[in-house]
């Protein structure tokens, strides 16, 4: 780590280094921060010029950002904020204290917020400007497990009652409660951004700033000074996601974006980096990605040491200690705090002689000191041209004294015993009694109190309250039949894919009258793959920069264009941030009122499986719009092999409960489902989102049949009844996606060849028919007394003769799941098993769900129910040349 001053290299002379820091220090006073630096960079070449080879370093050194003579002024009354942070502090932790002696190990933390406390309220005193209907606001990412001091704050507010505090991570209780942490789902109108899964709300939050940029470079909201702020822990910085968009951050030079990381040094075991210094580390990071950074490190009580220190000698001590031994040293006695410290110097010594061992102790670190918190916010929301992160120091569990104040143990902390809370009431002077105290009650000062007063002034002031989720956007209001139209009419017999299809209806949709402007496609690097590179030229692909560059496709007619007011969100080679950009754009309608409504078309094997938990988000947070599943099918996608062939995005879409998962098969039930899709979220308001996986293999799209639109949302339909319904065999072929093919064919195979009558269904959804049938069983089990519904896969299977077998490209539990609702035995072809890298027919036999295998299934259940001949199998295996002895697709 590189923070350290030298003061005395090679044996230097004191008095010389002294000379160079005064004559600094007079340019300083004299020309001011701008000429200093510009002397310390010229310098900085000559020396590189003079072949002095200086080591890089992204750090600075160990101390506050901001020095004390910038620091402006603190306009709030900084006593009666710290009286309200301490009421909040202490229902904060009463919550969880009180719970956990309700119910024993209900959860809940104490020390997340007692060490973020003035982070936030210094925020919400003087920063967090609210949504109204002349500002859009700023949108702020809580820490998921600080969750209890935002309840707390509510509560003073009047915006939550004593009861819903009481029922803190007891939602099912009468009259409600409060989420463990911030689900808009469980609390719509309250939380805006599930923070909780760590790792996700930095990355959302990027992307967020940027969605805000996209739509002002694009005319659709008026360009504001909105602010998006995140706050994350400093062990939160370890996943991947955390720091995985920073350069895209700072390359869109987004000063709307700021980060606060409480760097409490500790997560939930122990020390983040016990052996080396988190603060720098982070700092080399974001200055390395061009961030502005402000380190919050020390309090107001350090500075008056700093100003006697004129040999730099406690910055120097302060950048040796690695994060451990500092962690030691909350938890330690003033003596210690001398000893260890200071006592590495005696000059060190010196500089706090004059100081107690109890003045020592109480030395404050920067994140719990307000005017070194607001110094830093205001300068972060008035820096220009980047991203801004703020690194405070803070101490986890403050305040909680031994009951875990510093210690290892201290996220988990949920009891305290009765000392411990005395203790924690005297600190923070909260007007209780030593007996009233141990009952640890909810305390709310008289709504006429100063605090009160005060608190509601400050938030009037700043717009009102935050939190706050409210839909802001009015209903789109037509019914785009037009639009759809020609996609329900087949494609006369022209081979066409299901993703070229959809492709075709993005376009028509991006020339729409009402939803043109609101549909944003997005994609990460695979535009060309779905033959989307037509809408490059016409959309244009949003760069914040515009095209600075004659691209090289020029002369020709679809090229690369990158245009300020384009539309494409082109995200490059990340499904994660695609993803974000998804759920700002999908979420908008709240966030903004503006009804965007975004297509993010992707590789679908990198879908559900590598981002799920956004999607998860996406899910609580109400995220309208489409993911796209492109490529799809196991042994659709031939060629890419095992790590790109879907077999299972359908079965990950299961859990997520409002996704709609479609694999259709043809144009005209694509345009069906996009068309309700739209309907049912933009004007109906459903909090409902979408998967539809497409494809690429090429075939000719037949004409919507009759009646079907029904059938095609709900999951099935009859697509080809049997030529010969009077036929003595029968069979039921179920097809989904490009399989549905696979069983059309086989239909044909089974008329001609073995006298089978088989009716053909698409099934476009097996989760919609799940879901019904599970819906059904359950409204049967509570109302015993009522007439029973029956299940859809039921009904449509009333007057459906013969053996049952369905194939699609996805794995085998998908129909089997359906199967129960069905009136006989169902036989499941499906693709579980790695992918290899083959043509489509070389798959379709390896996995057993071509049309040769669903003949043989359906013979095969035919003879089960002993309506054929063994003999007849030996001689359908035979003609239909399948090897019996094939590897087992499923384990090889
Ligand atoms: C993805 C994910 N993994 C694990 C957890 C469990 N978890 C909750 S809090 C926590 C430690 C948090 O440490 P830090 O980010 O430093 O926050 P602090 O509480 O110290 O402010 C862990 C591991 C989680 N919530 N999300
Ligand atoms: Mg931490």
Redesign the pocket.
Known sequence: MDNEISTQPHGMADVEIQEWLESLDSVLESSGPEVAAEILERLRAHATVNGIDLPFTANTPYANTIPPRLEPLFPGDQELERRIKSLIRWNALAMVVRANRVEHNIGG?I??YA??ATLYEVGFNHFFRARTEEFEGDTVYF???ASPGMYARAFLEGRLSAQKLENFRRELKPGGGLSSYPHPWLMPDFWEFPT????LSPLMAIYQARFNRYLEDRGMKAATDAKVWAF?????TD?PESLGAITLASREKLDNLIFVI?C?L???DGP?RGNGQIIQELESAFRGARWNVIKVLWGSEWDPIFERDTEGLLVKRMGELVDGEYQKLVVSSGAYVREQFFGSDPRLLQLVEPMSDESLRRLRLGGHDPRKVYAAYKAAVEHKGSPTVILARTI?GYGLGEAGEGKNVT?QQKKLNEDELREFRSRFGIPLNDEDCIEVPFYRPAEDSVEIQYLRARREALGGYVPKRSIRSKPLAAEHDELFKEFLEGSEGREVSTTMAFVGMLRKMLKDGEIGKLIVPIVPDEARTFGMESLFRTAGIYSSAGQKYEPVDVNTLLYYKEAKDGQILEEGITEAGSMASCIAAGTAYATHGINTIPFFIYYSMFGFQRIADFIWAAADMRTRGFLLGGTSGRTTLSGEGLQHQDGNSHVLALPVPNIKAYDPAFAYEIAVIIQDGIRRMYKDGENVFYYITVMNEPYAMPAMPGNVKDGILRGMYRFRPAANAKAKLRAQLFGSGAILNEALRAQEILETKYGVAADVWSVTSYKELYNDGIETERWNRLHPGEKARVPYVTKCLADAPGVLVAASDYLKTLPNMISKWMPRRLASLGTDGFGRSEGRTALRDFFEVDSRFITLATLHELFVDGKVERSLLDKAIKDLGINTDKPNPVIS
């Open positions: 933390h020390s997340t060490s973020a820490q998921g497990h909780v899964s760590m790792g994350l822990g400093d062990g939160e996943e409480n409490n500790q997560r939930l983040v986890k996220h």
